[in-house]
């Protein structure tokens, strides 16, 4: 079993910064390819970033590649969701994840967190 636990979101103004923290406790963690998702009101979850286990390759959605960076702490049992230059539309329930070392871009991962709220102001 592993326990996701997020933390960091908050209400910014557009162009503004956050860093997501998901921390993990359980077993193995450095095993786990970790993801970020989000789902705003009346809409899917949706894909924003994933890593490998090694931390060795990265993985982004278009509509945040070049202002979101995924890096991942295995020492702190830790994945990290840098996000720089925020939209309105990035305003969502942000979620980590953890699947069992493949990295996935669809919502097929094995444990999830709580979620954190992330509201960007236009």
């Known amino acids: 079993q592993v326990q996701l636990v997020e933390s960091g979101g908050g209400l910014v103004p557009a162009g503004g910064s956050l860093r997501l923290s998901c921390a993990a406790s359980g077993r193995s963690f450095s095993t786990y390819a970790m993801g970020w998702f989000r789902q705003a009101p009346g809409k899917e979850r949706e894909f924003v970033a994933a890593?490998?286990?090694?931390?060795?390759?990265?993985y982004y959605a278009d509509s945040v590649k070049g202002r979101f960076t995924i890096s991942r702490d295995n020492a702190k049992n830790t994945v990290y969701l840098q996000m720089n230059s925020l939209k309105p539309e990035d305003t969502a329930v942000y979620y980590c994840?953890?699947?069992?070392?493949?990295?996935?871009?669809?919502?097929?991962?094995?444990?999830w967190g709580q979620g954190t709220q992330v509201t960007v102001s236009s």
């Open positions: 890593i490998r286990w090694s931390g060795g390759a990265t």
């Open positions: 994840a953890a699947k069992y070392m493949l990295v996935v871009t669809t919502p097929n991962y094995d444990y």
